[in-house]
Each structure stands twice: as structure tokens, then as C-alpha cells.
């Protein structure tokens, strides 16, 4: 059972009303890379949260010594998330397969925006717990 009834499909606004959800939209900034551009690169430290809103980014990692490509992504899909909650450092690359356009929020202007918001900080830790789980279990099903 969920603590917030669902209001979207998108993983990170699934319990937001459109209100809100514009309201947490409105906190992250537009960026558009270029294909062939990186978005993240592996061992690089930044907390930002991405969601992609249009175009497709491929996910790179070291496979024998070697970047691979090990999934891609497209609009709705959300990157960054472990950065974000833990601060640590890029655990894979991501580069655009064409020209992407994602959305991006920065760790501290968010967590000082919802820090005056508990309803709203509670359904995002809620999503955002819910999406880490969903990843954790999706790499658990593929080892």
C-alpha cells in the first residue's frame, strides 16, 4: 500500500498534483546537451537530480577496461539519484545519443525549498525512495 495515492506515471511526481508537481518543475533548470556530450561522467563528484524530458542518453560503463554501453534512457527517466541522496561520486557515465533535453535540480536548492514544505519533501522522499528500490531490484534481477 502506498502512502500517497498516485497522481502521475513519472516516477519522481507519482504523488504530486499537477500543482505541486509544477511547483517542484519550476525549481530545476532546462539544460539541452549536444549528442555526443556528456551529462555525467563516472567518478565525478555532484549531487544534481536529472529527469529527461526529451532525446535519449546512453548509460556508460567500464566493461574490461573498456566504456560500454549498458542501457539507455529516454524522456521520464530520472539519472543522478544516488548522487544525489548520498553525495557521492558518479558510479557511470551518460552521454547523449542525440540532442537531449533533461531537467535538472540541484541538491541544496531543493532540500531548501522542501525544507518549508513537509508535504511535498514527504511524497518526493517517498518517490525517490521508491525509484532506488525499483533499481535496486532491477540490477538484482540482471546479476
Not at 551529462?39 to 535519449?56: K, Q, V, W
Amino acid at each position: 500500500m502506498n502512502v500517497f495515492p498516485a497522481q502521475s506515471d513519472h516516477p519522481l511526481f507519482r504523488y504530486f498534483t499537477p500543482e505541486e508537481r509544477e511547483r517542484i518543475e519550476r525549481l530545476g533548470t532546462i539544460r539541452c546537451i549536444r549528442e555526443g556530450d556528456f551529462l555525467i561522467r563516472a567518478g565525478e563528484s555532484d549531487s544534481t537530480l536529472y529527469a529527461i524530458e526529451d532525446g535519449h542518453l546512453h548509460i556508460m560503463a567500464s566493461r574490461d577496461g573498456k566504456p560500454a554501453v549498458v542501457a539507455t534512457v529516454g524522456p521520464g527517466d530520472v539519472l543522478g539519484e544516488v548522487s544525489f541522496v548520498d553525495d557521492s561520486p558518479r558510479s557511470a557515465s551518460a552521454r547523449a545519443d542525440e540532442e537531449t533535453i533533461v531537467r535538472a535540480w540541484d541538491h541544496k536548492t531543493l532540500a531548501e525549498a522542501l525544507a518549508f514544505e513537509p508535504q511535498l519533501l514527504a511524497k518526493f522522499s517517498v518517490a525517490l525512495s521508491e525509484l532506488l528500490v525499483e533499481r535496486l531490484r532491477d540490477t538484482a534481477r540482471r546479476v
